[in-house]
């Protein structure tokens, strides 16, 4: 009998071979997504150094009281937004996006789309 595959380990997959191909500079950094069922959560890193530069998600103080639920399409773009916001007012403009083996497509492309609207370029 053939074993279905395992969701988590095909994505896992897919995110070690895209991580070999995207690498964050401190001119480009790394715009990365993690997506959990009740929240969103995305980080902008320098990988030359290791360090985080910006990090936004639906838990933070900002939006925390303002969204029904940090798993949904809604609270998405609200982190997008607020990436890019805080981003922007960092110095950073240009971005490598790392979807980290997720489809993009819902929320994935909603946090995109909502930190490219609020001046980040990818």
């Known amino acids: 009998m053939l074993k279905k595959p395992d969701r988590k380990a095909i994505r896992a997959k897919r995110r070690l071979r895209l991580r070999n191909k995207i690498l964050g500079t401190a001119e480009r950094p790394r715009l990365n997504v993690f997506r959990s069922l009740n929240h969103i959560y995305a980080q902008i890193i320098d990988d030359e150094k290791g360090v985080t530069l910006v990090a936004a998600s639906s838990l933070s103080p900002e939006l925390k009281g303002n969204?029904?639920?940090?798993?949904?399409?809604?609270?998405?773009?609200?982190?997008?937004e607020l990436i890019g916001k805080k981003a922007v007012d960092?110095?950073?403009?240009?971005v490598v996006f790392d979807r980290a083996g997720?489809?993009?497509?819902?929320?994935?492309k909603a946090l995109a789309e909502a930190a490219r609207s609020a001046g980040l370029e990818f």
Not at 67 to 80: F, P, Q, R, S
């Open 67 to 80: 969204l029904k639920t940090g798993g949904n399409i809604e609270a998405a773009k609200a982190v997008g």
């Open 90 to 94: 960092a110095g950073l403009k240009r």
């Open 102 to 108: 997720y489809i993009y497509h819902g929320r994935v």
